[in-house]
């Protein structure tokens, strides 16, 4: 039996003394065969072993980087949080809200045509934009700037605007409000007009520069004096308006040409005036109320004047201060 020594490993080769006692037994001819080599797979197996496994950490550059990266991006992320916060305090950033709609507002105006009004009358919408348009016809000077004379002569009864402006009511809605004013100068005799005013409603026309910008006719008027109203048979209800006595009219938003709303027409009613009050000049937007009844007619011709169909108007016009 052989003395040699087995091989060290499957991928080793035989060494020195090896191949020495091979040589010899071979000589004395009783010796084993030549130790045999690994093989290649063997030795592929043997090296898989021996290798020590890898660890799957990431590398230290790459974490390096993202630390890095970190320490860069948060001052800035700091500074884009202060925005973010600063606009939505400052109400730049919208935020859903589940409040309730809010109720539809009235129309700011009427349309080109006429229409029934709301509370009674109808609307001059069909006239917006004409010039010198006025529902009663006025004779001549009937919306003239100066006033009469004080030394003339009394011309019957008269009608002036004692207010003007816009208002609104309990629920919201809005119109021009016209105070309406009655003298009888030159008589004690009472002035008795219908509470309908002859059944026909008064009548407004605003103009501005490009034309009539609201009118309406047929408007009620509401008589604050009620107690001073008496009984006239069939003819229903009639006011004693002499000695300054007066109404209202409203001239709703449904009466404004389309573009006009009232609070801007009625600040346009108004003249311009120096710091003590002096008129200045002519306002941007002329008014014009006028009405007609019989009984105006009937005290006009009691003073020997013309009848004049018992119309009566009233102008927003003051004469401005002379120099």
């Known amino acids: 039996m052989s003395s040699l020594p087995p091989a060290q490993g499957p991928d080793e080769s035989p060494s020195d003394e090896q191949w020495e006692a091979f040589l010899r037994d071979a000589m004395e001819g009783g010796g084993a065969g030549a130790p045999k080599e690994a093989s290649a797979r063997d030795r592929l197996a043997a090296a898989r072993v021996r290798r020590p496994r890898r660890s799957r950490r990431p590398r230290s550059g790459t974490a390096r980087s993202a630390t890095a990266w970190l320490a860069a991006a948060a001052p800035w992320t700091a500074v884009a ?65 100066e006033p009469p004379s004080p030394a003339s002569p009394a011309s019957g009864p008269q009608l002036s605007l004692s207010h003007y402006g816009y208002a609104t009511d309990p629920d919201g ?14 008589t004690k005799k009472p002035l008795r007009v219908s509470r309908t005013l002859g059944g026909e409603g008064a009548a407004v026309e605003i103009e501005g520069p490009d034309g009539l910008v609201a009118g309406a006719h047929g408007l009620p008027v509401s008589w604050p004096s009620a107690a001073r109203a008496s009984a006239s048979g069939t003819s229903g209800a009639s006011v004693d308006v002499s000695d300054g006595g007066g109404g209202e009219i409203v001239v709703p938003a449904e009466a404004l040409c389309p573009g006009h709303d009232g609070d801007s027409v ?39 004047l013309p009848a004049g169909g018992g119309l009566l108007s009233a102008v927003n016009l003051v004469p401005a201060a002379r120099s």
């Open 173 to 186: 809605e809005g119109g021009i409000v016209i105070g309406l004013r009655f003298a009888t100068p030159g």
């Open 266 to 304: 009625a600040r346009s009613l108004v003249p311009p005036a120096d710091s003590t009050g002096t008129v200045t000049g002519p306002p941007p937007y002329r008014l014009v109320v006028s009405l007609r009844d019989p009984a105006v007619g009937t005290l006009r011709t009691t003073l020997g």
């Open 81 to 145: 949080a202060v925005v973010v916060f600063g606009a939505f305090q400052m109400g730049l950033i919208p935020v859903p809200r589940s409040s309730p709609p809010a109720p539809a507002a009235g129309p700011a105006s009427g349309p080109t045509e006429a229409v029934s009004l709301p509370g009674g009358g109808t609307s001059d919408g069909d006239q917006c934009g004409t010039k010198g348009y006025h529902h009663f016809p006025l004779p001549a000077g009937a919306t003239d700037v």
